[in-house]
């Protein structure tokens, strides 16, 4: 029999080795081939904007991934990076410019619309201009002097300004009939959407002609706060940034630590890392089912699904202890083995959630009151792709990319599971694609829990390892490296690295800058949610205000994750 | 995997009402027994911080400042006793207001005198009564004892 997937495979292999060598031909040494999968080069600023269209135009790097400066030891000199992915072959690519002082970049905009957001955030953190983008604070407080990523920052008592947003002529329509447009200002906190926002509408009569999301109610810094703090601390951080998905934020981190260090953890961690992300990926779907439903008013079903997420954060706990923020990897794995009748638990928990999404999406998915209200508001996968969405918003305009089959980290190679697709991207098909997602993810966790892998949940290397308690009263060696580790933490080598994972709304990543010491010089989030909100804009175009929450909660907008 | 996508299925109306009768009635028998799922494992859950005390009644603590260095959010302050080595502290702080019940602290103490074991702290009415010195720390949940060398419940870290 003609095996597809070994084809498939070779295709990609040769893909890949035919773009390296056009890539090695035309920018010959440059190329730093530290990590096969995320290239890296230098370049000069000269040649910023026609090159990154040559890469776009010529080499297939066709999807923008982030943004980012860092302040570097050079006075007055800003090393600003770039990163692109081809879709076709999977390879990411970095570039890095140095910008001096004053320097006025080309924008990205025309390229790709959702780089708007990561260079407002690139000037508002770091003083970089760039051309055609409005010099307005994203996410510190309006009249605040100084750039608080520079390593010279100080705060200073300063008074707040309020400013008001001001939307430029329409240039699609004439002058007089843009006069006549209303703006209307609306605020949402949690509840109907996931954190505080602000949604400014321009309208045309009952009709939305523009509209744009106003963020920053929720910043925290934490891309700031995790200069100064060591990896333990900075996990405990990262576990608070989206409350549904905390799993996610800490696995990405403690995996890329983990492939820094050269560290291989045990496979039951393996596993039972898989195990919570999954659980927590039908977290969050049940979470954005229930706001949905509460949008359009069917309360009895958001009752049903935070029902089922009651039961899921009750089988968490009886795992760690706590309810939402649970912590359970860590450095080196899980903290703990599976408790006893867990996994029964578990199972049954499982199908009691199965029996309620089947039973809810047979009583809505067919009917005509909740197809007259969702199939609307579309974001094509042309749109998607240009604003950096990615994840199930992604999938439901039809474009299959899904990290978990595309570059497969543990067992996610080994387990039978399937993407589902949209067809169009409007919210109908959103809302399929995270249904179907919560059955793919409870088949993965069967399947895992009927095998899962003996041995021990913890990886002993010294470098990471907190021996326990018991050891530590007893013997010396245990207390020494015990009081090492807390008091100075772990050591990171230098390099920088870039990990990823398909977190429930997307490609979620982080990016590590470290020079030998516990503390990261440059720490930098990839979250999934900060490009579905900016492609808010062109959903709601010609949709109705009331709608709004429904948008938000449809493409689920987490404004923790965005906000940082 | 393309999902189907049907638009507007016309559907019989006895089967609707099958539909919801299939829905009510368990709607309603759920009122008498709940479905929800319950935690047996009660011990291993976590509350705000509380100092042990030795047999003698003194505090566990020795100052060796371990859990203010490795606290994330930075709420713990101490003042250490000059005079004496391993001497209990003059002061214990935490600062509740900025506590997020992490379980650090309890990881880093090396003489089992830090615990995640007390009571959550409510709602009150002044900001100073959420920063907790020695003494509320030793007695607002009843007294522990530090039990060096005993088997605990695992924490996270």
Redesign the interface.
């Known amino acids: 029999m003609f095996d597809f997937q070994a084809q498939e495979n070779e295709d990609l292999i040769q893909n890949r080795i035919a773009l390296l060598e056009r890539m090695v031909s035309k920018f010959g040494d440059k190329l730093n081939f530290e990590n096969p999968l995320n290239m890296s080069f230098d370049e000069n600023l000269d040649s910023y904007y026609p090159l990154i269209k040559e890469l776009k135009t010529f080499f297939g790097f066709n999807f923008f991934l982030n943004l980012w400066g860092t302040d570097t030891e050079a006075e007055g000199q800003t090393c600003l990076q770039v990163q692109l992915l081809n879709m076709d072959t999977h390879q990411r690519l970095v570039i890095k410019f140095m910008v001096p002082e004053g320097q006025v970049v080309p924008s990205l905009t025309n390229l790709w619309k959702g780089c708007f957001w990561c260079e407002q955030e690139t000037w508002d953190m770091l003083g970089v201009e760039f051309s055609e983008i409005p010099k307005e604070r994203i996410f510190s407080p309006d009249g605040m002097e100084g750039f608080p990523l520079r390593k010279d920052f100080r705060p200073k008592p300063f008074q707040l300004k309020s400013s008001k947003y001001e939307f430029t002529p329409d240039p699609r329509v004439d002058r007089e009939i843009w006069k006549q447009r209303t703006v209307l200002e609306k605020d949402f906190f949690l509840g109907e959407v996931n954190g505080p926002v602000k949604a400014i509408l321009e309208c045309d009569e009952d009709k939305v002609a523009r509209g744009r999301l106003e963020v920053g109610f929720l910043h925290r810094g934490i891309e700031k706060i995790a200069e100064g703090?060591e990896a333990?601390?900075?996990l405990?951080?990262l576990g608070?940034i989206n409350m549904n998905c905390s799993s996610f934020y800490e696995q990405v981190f403690c995996d890329g630590v983990e492939a820094h260090l050269d560290i291989d953890i045990p496979e039951r961690a393996k596993a039972l890392r898989m195990v919570i992300n999954e659980i927590e990926r039908i977290f969050e779907h049940l979470d954005t089912l229930g706001r949905v439903c509460d949008n359009l008013g069917c309360k009895p079903f958001l009752f049903e699904c935070l029902?089922m997420r009651?039961?899921l954060t009750?089988?968490l706990?009886?795992y760690?202890?706590?309810r939402m923020p649970h912590?359970?990897i860590?450095l080196g794995g899980v903290?703990?083995d599976t408790?006893k009748?867990w996994i029964t638990?578990c199972l049954?928990?499982l199908e009691?959630v199965q029996k309620k999404t089947i039973?809810i999406s047979?009583?809505i998915s067919?009917s005509?009151l909740w197809?007259d209200r969702l199939?609307d508001y579309e974001l094509d996968s042309n749109q998607a792709l240009s604003w950096g969405v990615t994840g199930p918003n992604l999938r439901a305009s039809g474009v299959n990319y899904d990290l978990r089959k595309v570059n497969p980290h543990y067992f996610y190679d080994d387990i039978d599971f399937?993407?589902?697709?949209?067809?169009n991207g409007q919210c109908?098909?959103r809302y399929?694609?995270r249904v179907?997602e919560i059955f793919q993810s409870i088949s993965i966790i069967n399947q895992l829990l009927d095998n899962l892998p003996l041995g021990s949940h913890l990886s002993k290397d010294a470098r990471i390892y907190?021996p326990?308690?018991?050891d530590?009263?007893?013997e010396s060696e245990a207390?020494i490296a015990?009081?090492k580790l807390?008091?100075e933490g772990v050591q990171l080598p230098i390099g920088e690295f870039y990990n990823s994972i398909e977190s429930p709304n997307g490609e979620l990543g982080v990016h590590l800058l470290c020079n030998n010491s516990s503390r990261p010089l440059r720490f930098k989030l990839r979250t999934p949610s900060y490009y579905s909100g900016q492609c808010f804009s062109d959903v709601i175009e010609g949709g109705e205000p009331d709608e709004v929450p429904l948008v938000i909660s449809s493409l689920n907008i987490s404004i923790g994750e965005v906000d940082r | 995997m393309i999902l189907e996508k049907k638009l507007y299925k016309r559907s019989n109306r006895i089967l609707n009402l099958l539909k919801v009768l299939n829905k009510l009635i368990p709607t309603y028998w759920s009122l008498f027994i709940s479905r929800g799922v319950k935690s047996k494992n009660k011990e291993a859950v976590l509350g705000a911080p509380v100092l042990t005390t030795k047999e003698d009644g003194k505090l566990a603590c020795t100052s060796c400042f371990l859990c203010q260095d490795i606290c994330p959010s930075h709420c713990i302050s101490i003042e250490g006793n000059p005079h004496e080595e391993e001497a209990e502290p003059l002061e214990f702080d935490v600062n509740i207001l900025r506590c997020t019940f992490c379980g650090l602290c309890e990881v880093a103490c090396p003489v089992d005198a830090i615990r995640m074991d007390g009571k959550m702290p409510g709602a009150l009415h002044s900001e100073m009564n959420l920063i907790w010195d020695k003494e509320y720390l030793m007695t607002y949940s009843g007294v522990h004892q530090s039990k060096i060398g005993e088997d605990r419940p695992l924490l996270p870290y």
Do not use: A, N, W
């Open positions: 703090l333990r601390q900075i405990v951080h608070r029902e009651e039961g009750q089988i706990k009886e760690s202890g706590r912590q359970i860590i903290f703990k408790p009748g638990d049954r928990v009691i039973e047979r009583m067919k005509t197809m199939c399937e993407i589902p697709l949209g067809i109908y098909d399929l694609v179907e907190i326990f308690k018991e530590v009263y007893k207390l015990h009081h807390i008091k």
